[in-house]
């Protein structure tokens, strides 16, 4: 991991709202914040509003707490970054593509939730999902673990396979409307239909 992420753990709160999006670190980051700016006003700015030695006792007391979340912060943010990494649980992903690859759709899809229950927003196990919802004709599912996706920035470097994903989803779409519609106008004749395309996702 890039040291250089490790400068979010300078502000107490950040490193959990900034890399996993969690809102109940926004009052520490804010009261970090608040009590900084508060420090330097009755330092520098305002000097007459609190006596000296009780500017120097906040002002240690500040730099214990800040020290003391710095570690915390450091301590946490690989956990933070690459959950699945750090986690002492198994990675069980490369179970998953193994049983996809079988056609073992419950497994596959077991294993996977197991994957994301670590980290619910890591791309492959999210794309692999939704191929295991679109395989077993489960398109709602499919559609929302692609949404999912398109909302996760981790996602980014995966924009080619998600496309294609979402392409193959719409596909099947189709062809369910289609078997809808001949089914409704009572024709017995099947749509023609291509074999559908079995995609495998690198780890």
């Not at 107490?12 to 999006?21: A, K, N, S, Y």
């Not at 006596?51 to 730099?63: E, L, N, P, T």
């Not at 398109?139 to 994903?165: G, H, M, Q, Y």
Request: proline share 5%; charged share 30%; net charge positive.
């Amino acid at each position: 991991m890039d040291n250089r992420l490790y400068l979010s753990c300078l502000w107490p709160g950040l490193p959990e709202l900034w890399w996993r999006g969690r809102l109940s670190a926004l009052p520490t980051a804010l009261t970090f914040g608040l009590a900084i700016n508060g420090l330097l006003v009755a330092r520098f700015i305002y000097p007459e509003w609190l006596m000296f030695s009780m500017v120097r006792i906040a002002g240690w007391v500040g730099v214990i707490a800040w020290c003391y979340c710095t570690i915390k912060n450091v301590r946490e943010l690989p956990g933070l970054i690459q959950p699945r990494k750090a986690s002492r649980v198994p990675d069980r992903f490369v179970d998953a593509q193994m049983a996809f690859l079988k056609s073992d759709w419950r497994r596959a899809e077991t294993l996977l939730k197991d994957c994301l229950a670590i980290e619910d927003r890591d791309p492959p196990s999210l794309l692999l999902l939704a191929a295991v919802y679109r395989h077993t004709a489960r398109l709602e599912f499919c559609r929302a673990c692609i949404d999912k996706l398109r909302k996760t920035e981790a996602a980014d470097r995966w924009w080619l396979e998600v496309d294609a994903e979402e392409k193959r989803l719409l596909r099947d779409f189709s062809y369910r409307d289609s078997g809808d519609k001949v089914s409704r106008t009572g024709n017995t004749e099947n749509p023609t239909r291509s074999e559908p395309i079995r995609t495998t996702v690198a780890a």
